[in-house]
């Protein structure tokens, strides 16, 4: 018996010496060259949390989740907000600048930062327990800073910076009518035609790499907020610095495969959804989104110095707050144990960066079996040909047990629908060509999508009406809507089409969410172009009408290759009842062009050894739970 354990010692050590080889060489083949795995504050902290209490996680993640490869921990937003009565995400003048319009820690919650040291210490101390240290920050520059009037700072001189013979202030390049749209008392874009405006997002970016930077998250700048001159300067200067910084956007809003590839190139990780908390509405509209991009083929394409990676957003299980709370966690995930193995299964399957959003100081063992998964971190690093795999069966079943069956019913794939869904793309893509303007009997006018596939289908139409002038609305820049066109549902109602919406929508949907109350902000106004584009005030995307595919059984399947030849695949019940799920191993080895059909496998989550499977195999899945098969076919 002595003998046999330290037999097993060895191979143990041995195995653990070659994975974390693997793991090395990998993940030194350029920046981000594997999908990046770490901790985030926002999900448990909102933006309150303080230098104690992230240092404290980041010291738990370094002991716990380190060893499995996860190596960011990243301060999420306003953390250079002070913590006072009065101040909320959206509150304004409680923020900490310095001369130059850039934000600094508030040394009330970040003392390591007094005398100017800003997150250096900070910095510092997460290297020293092995990790990499991040933070967020938002689009441009601040409203105070903005308000202020704050110089510029040239890097290159160490002083103000001059240009046609005077200095350059913070009023010269930010763009008032360009707010974040969820954060208006906040930030703004800044002009980046502008010598002065360049010089700005340089003098920050420098600024964080002197502090010890190693990855920012950039919000407000992508999907519905899109500020592609930003993000191209903000690259720029990220490629010139010598200390390697992941460059992250975030969020994503109405993003789609096109919008994605003119930044794909410029980053490393950039999210493709709104933000994602712990309910079942958020986990199942990321299938969608999951395989657009994967049929896109833009997971792990050349970014920025290295790879870059859509972003399905942090993993919000454990000990939480709420979203856009003024206080830290107070609560646990709402996920059921089945729908949490969805979300980590999908997020392995797609390949999404791993970073999990839970207070580390009340981890319990169930989350974190979940997070260090080792079949789930081989196949969210190492797997291929991710795809997702349309040929899986469904029916729905009474009992609530799972069962593992071997089968040789022939049965018909689940049936696709198509819906016609109000989206954002850039105005270049020739799939925003297809509005024009109608005019009705009673003078009234439309603007109207047509689709060109199919005529006799009819027209989705909305009713112009002159935009609202600032003296009606909120105050807005007069030239802006010049000639800009409120688009309202009905010709009598009060509520216009925006382009900020928080999901995708259907025809049916209006009322629930792009359609709201009509303002005269940005968002609410549109330009009917000459090439039959419509587009919006606000982001400078253009409105579509997609069509989207829609499973009617609600049963979703994956598949990806290993690096050792074995094959994943993943069932996926969306369902809100017990659902048997068929797939025929000829179907899968024909997929990923598998040499043989003579399989043997296990599952994942049961544990159990299924052993050689003739034709097909077939699991009952509970309601919003999934399958995950490891398959060996020889």
Not at 108 to 115: A, E, N, Y
Not at 139 to 150: C, E, I, P, V, Y
Request: with cysteine; glycine share 8%; charged share 20%.
């Amino acid at each position: 018996m002595i003998l046999k354990a330290s037999v097993l010692i060895i191979f143990f050590t041995l195995f653990v010496h070659w994975e974390t080889s693997e793991t090395k060489s990998q993940g030194d083949i350029g920046q981000a060259s594997l999908p990046p795995r770490g901790w985030d504050s926002y999900d448990s902290f909102c933006w309150s949390i303080s230098e104690e209490e992230f240092l404290k996680n980041a010291e738990l993640v370094a002991q716990r989740l380190k060893p499995h490869g996860y190596q960011y921990v990243v301060l999420d937003f306003l953390w250079y907000r002070k913590k006072v009565k009065g101040a909320y995400t959206d509150s304004y003048g409680y923020d900490v600048f310095d001369e130059w319009g850039r934000m600094v820690p508030d040394p009330g919650r970040w003392p390591s930062s007094q005398g100017g040291k800003g997150l250096s210490e900070v910095a510092q101390k997460v290297h020293s327990m092995g990790l990499k240290f991040g933070i967020h920050v938002m689009r441009g520059l601040s409203k105070q800073a903005f308000n202020a009037n704050t110089l510029i700072l040239d890097t290159t001189t160490g002083k103000a910076y001059v240009e046609a013979g005077r200095q350059w202030r913070a009023q010269d390049i930010g763009i008032k009518e360009r707010t974040c749209a969820w954060m208006k008392n906040g930030f703004m874009s800044v002009n980046t035609k502008l010598g002065a405006g360049r010089a700005f997002l340089r003098s920050l970016y420098q600024q964080y790499a002197d502090w010890g930077v190693d990855y920012v998250k950039h919000d407000c700048v992508f999907g519905d907020d899109l500020d592609l001159d930003e993000i191209t300067v903000v690259s720029e200067v990220l490629n010139e610095l010598s200390r390697p910084i992941i460059y992250s956007l975030s969020p994503g809003t109405n993003v789609n495969p096109t919008m994605a590839k003119d930044v794909s190139g410029l980053v490393n990780m950039y999210r493709v959804t709104g933000d994602d908390w712990d309910t079942w509405k958020d986990l199942s509209s990321h299938f969608n989104v999951a395989r657009e991009f994967a049929s896109a083929n833009l997971v792990g394409v050349k970014g920025l110095k290295g790879k870059s990676w859509p972003d399905l957003d942090m993993l919000p299980f454990g000990w939480l707050t709420d979203p856009g709370s003024n206080r830290g966690p107070h609560r646990y995930c709402k996920l059921n144990l089945d729908e949490q193995r969805t979300q980590v299964t999908l997020w392995s399957m797609v390949r999404s960066p791993f970073i999990f959003g839970g207070d580390m100081r009340k981890l319990d063992d169930t989350t974190f079996g979940l997070l260090t998964n080792p079949t789930l971190l081989e196949i969210n690093w190492f797997s291929s040909n991710n795809i997702e795999f349309h040929y899986v069966t469904g029916s729905s079943s009474s009992h609530g047990k799972h069962g593992l069956t071997h089968h040789t019913e022939d049965k018909e794939t689940i049936n696709v629908l198509q819906t016609r869904v109000l989206a954002l793309r850039s105005c270049t893509d020739v799939k925003a060509n297809g509005w024009s303007t109608k005019v009705l009997d009673n003078d009234l006018e439309q603007v109207c999508w047509e689709e060109k596939s199919n005529k006799r289908k009819a027209p989705f139409c909305l009713y112009k009406r002159k935009a609202l002038s600032a003296s009606e609305g909120e105050m807005v820049c007069k030239h802006q809507n010049h000639g800009n066109l409120h688009l309202l549902v009905t010709e009598r109602t009060e509520y216009c089409f925006g382009a900020s919406s928080n999901r995708k929508l259907t025809s049916k949907e209006l009322s629930r969410g792009s359609f709201s109350r009509c303002r005269s902000h940005a968002n609410q106004m549109w330009e009917v172009n000459y090439n039959g584009t419509l587009m919006n005030s606000y982001s400078g995307l253009c409105a579509t009408m997609d069509i989207v595919k829609a499973s009617s059984a609600g049963v979703r399947s994956w598949l990806a290759t290993g690096r050792r030849g074995e094959i994943y695949l993943a069932f996926f019940n969306l369902n809100n009842q017990v659902t048997k799920m068929s797939a025929k191993i000829s179907d899968i080895t024909n997929a990923i062009h598998a040499k043989s059909s003579n399989c043997r496998g296990r599952e994942v989550w049961s544990a159990k050894n299924l052993g050689a499977i003739k034709d097909s195999i077939s699991m009952s899945v509970k309601a919003h739970g999934c399958a995950l098969f490891v398959l060996n076919c020889n």
